[in-house]
């Protein structure tokens, strides 16, 4: 008989949790949880009612490692999907802006002497405990609760640290056990051929002690999805696709079902004494069986052998057929020097964040790689992007920017003409700063020849066509990208983007609503659904959601703008003023885009101003301009002969549209 030990649970809604063997039941079923959500709903419930700061969350969940955000609102969504479906989720689990999360459901303790430790009487137990504890809600204190609160020390008996210790052990040693059994990359067999069609490869896991590893994951996996992406024989989902699946608890074939792959390459590497190790194991998404799995051993400088040894023998598991020029394009370089591939990879994963802080680090790192290789087009390429990125969120201005991002690119191109990146920069180059729209298309058609699994060249190819007023040419190139990126959040606002400039605000609200779902704090996606209320007369729902874009964005001009004129379209001019006097003297000190200023002047009625600074944004090239034409914000300007002029300035065959385009 099983030694007698006391049980504890916890109970929610119709959730019971038993820390002890880490299950959580709904209606005495199963829940399943990833190791890492179970943690995180763990830690909630048992701070009920109280904030938990992000930061205490991520040392908390990730101790000792460099985890970005990205991680910690995964959890929260996968958290909330698995409470109620994705539904309801947020019924018990509240996000406070900039600051953290807390649990808001009502939780008891539960204590008991169970028998019997095995895991298939949990849910009897559960149903029939002994002592029921209320937990205190933040504020109140233990005297005030109806029932005692539950000691956390006496909900974690000692024997359970020593169980935990124990599993540490046993993994460890099969770790080195593994390391010292190490044998040559495909001997485990190969896929027999033509049962994959798509592929997922994840973020390699860092196994090192040493802090900020991630980004030799992110750019290892980036490295393997281009080159089989180029071999056109497997859909392999892009890196901007995978990106979000590189916590140390991400499943595999949890992964796969996301994102609706045939099959799954997950890994884990370690840097160790100047040597890098890694180890792979291809996973059929469809019946759980391992494909193929292999070990690579080499000095760290030999990263590229590394890379080139795992591209070979993941073709040869998939069964792809390597003709001399497939190969040359699968194992092509961009650079040999070791150093300025670190730093690259670096820019990159910095670049990745969308964000003006990764984005100025992004900018960084890349110049460090370009200082160790002077040739490298990829470094270039990376360079382009962060400057294009910066001038749309108005971080620089859109002359400094767009001539950097330009001599960046065609650097890259005079380096590499078969680059995809720095096609794609070239055509938003093309558009949206030198407004020569042909030119454009060229070369993000040019772009996907190169990489038709590019989805960023989809996604800002169709970018360019809405703004031509071209929807469903924009459209069939937005869903590409999206069947490319299904979990990109970027490529769901542009879709909800383009039915706003087509008229079909119900869909851009649909879209953005979607978006706010999986993530609450991501302001971008408040900001586009406050526009699209604003179209619908809803002016209480649009300043809502301005005001939480606000308090969530640190690059505030942008949003002061657009509040501004919500007050000036709903009536409330004094404040409406008060926010353009404030714009007015940011202008003076930093860049503010004139077609932001425009806005607020529009919704005043002042058209002689609003078209003032619609000719200033036309001087300065500003980014946003190229929107002008179906921008419904500026209708009552559409009748202004100085409004179709500024428009045929930027492109001949321009007209203003009287009404917004239909799909």
């Known amino acids: 008989m099983a030694e007698r030990f006391p049980n504890y649970f916890y109970a929610f809604g119709p959730f019971r949790m038993d820390p002890v063997r880490r299950l959580l039941l709904r209606d005495n079923k199963s829940v399943p949880l990833p190791p890492k959500a179970f943690e995180l709903l763990l830690l909630l419930v048992e701070n009920n009612g109280q904030v938990m700061e992000k930061t205490e969350l991520l040392e908390s969940l990730w101790p000792g490692s460099v985890v970005e955000e990205a991680n910690l609102s995964q959890t929260i969504y996968l958290l909330r999907r698995a409470l109620a479906d994705g539904t309801e989720g ?41 002592r029921t504890l209320k937990l205190p809600k933040a504020g109140e204190t233990a005297a005030q609760s109806t029932r005692l609160p539950v000691n956390r020390r006496d909900m974690f008996p000692r024997w359970r640290n020593l169980t935990v210790y124990a599993v540490v052990a046993v993994l460890a040693s099969l770790a080195t056990l593994a390391f010292r059994l190490w044998f040559p990359p495909g001997t485990a067999g190969l896929v027999s051929g033509g049962t994959v069609h798509s592929l997922a490869v994840l973020p390699f896991k860092s196994l090192s002690p040493e802090d900020g590893a991630n980004y030799l994951g992110l750019g290892m996996a980036d ?90 023998q993941i073709a ?29 990879l670096k820019g990159r994963y910095w670049w990745s964040k969308r964000t003006v802080v990764g984005l100025n680090k992004a900018i960084g790192y890349f110049d460090q790689a370009i200082a160790h ?20 969120m108005e971080a ?44 454009s298309e060229r070369e993000f058609k040019q772009a996907i020849e190169l990489s038709p699994g590019y989805s960023i060249a989809h996604d800002w190819y169709g970018v360019c066509l809405a703004q031509q007023g071209r929807f469903e040419d924009a459209l069939a190139e937005l869903k590409q990208a999206e069947q490319l990126d299904p979990i ?32 609450p704090n991501y302001a971008w996606a408040r900001m586009h659904l406050s526009q699209a209320y604003e179209q619908k007369g809803m002016y209480s729902e649009a300043i809502a959601e301005l005001q939480k874009a606000l308090a969530l964005s640190t690059n505030s001009h942008r949003y002061l703008a657009r509040l501004g ?77 100085e409004f179709e002029r500024i428009l045929r300035r930027m492109n001949p065959s321009v007209q203003a549209a009287v009404f917004p385009g239909r799909l």
Request: aromatic share 10%; hydrophobic share 40%; net charge neutral.
């Open 565 to 641: 004129r919500l007050y000036a379209v709903s009536g409330n001019r004094l404040e409406a003023q008060k926010l353009l006097n404030q714009l007015l003297e940011m202008e003076k000190e930093r860049y503010v885009s004139p077609y932001s200023l425009a806005l607020v002047y529009s919704g005043l009625n002042d058209r002689a101003r609003a078209l003032d600074w619609l000719r200033k944004g036309l001087d300065q090239r500003a980014g946003r301009m190229v929107r002008l034409q179906f921008d419904p914000r500026f209708s009552n300007l559409r009748s202004e002969p």
């Open 373 to 392: 290789a002077p040739d490298y087009a990829l470094a270039f390429a990376g360079l382009a992007d962060c400057y294009n990125l910066l001038s749309i």
């Open 396 to 439: 620089m201005p859109p002359q400094e920017a767009f001539l950097k991002a330009r001599s960046a690119a065609f650097r890259a191109l005079d380096l590499d003409n078969t680059l995809a990146e720095a096609h794609t920069s070239l055509g938003w180059i093309k558009f949206v700063y030198e407004w020569d729209w042909n030119g």
């Open 488 to 519: 990109s959040f970027v490529i769901q606002v542009h879709i909800g983007w383009l039915h706003y400039y087509a008229g079909r605000y119900d869909l851009a609200i649909d879209r953005y609503q979607k978006v706010l779902e999986m993530e």
């Open 316 to 344: 040869l598991a998939l069964a792809l057929n390597l003709t001399r020029e497939k190969r040359s394009l699968a194992f092509k370089r961009y650079t040999d020097n070791s150093a300025a591939y670190e730093r690259y």
């Open 223 to 312: 490295v393997l999805i281009t080159r089989l992406s180029s071999l056109n024989q497997i859909v392999v989902q892009p890196i901007s696709a995978v990106r979000g699946y590189d916590r140390q608890d991400a499943h595999p074939l949890m992964a796969g079902r996301e994102l609706k792959v045939d099959a799954v390459l997950d890994g884990t590497f370690q840097k160790l004494s100047g040597r890098l190790r890694v180890t792979l194991r291809l996973h059929d998404v469809r019946d759980g069986k391992t494909l193929w799995s292999g070990k690579f051993d080499e000095s760290f400088t030999d990263i590229f052998k590394v890379q080139d040894s795992i591209s070979e």
């Open 90 to 130: 947020q019924h018990y689990i509240e996000t406070i802006p900039k600051r953290g999360y807390r649990f808001v459901a009502e939780v008891t303790g539960s204590r008991e002497e169970n028998k019997d430790a095995d895991e298939e009487d949990a849910g009897k137990a559960i149903l029939s405990n002994e």
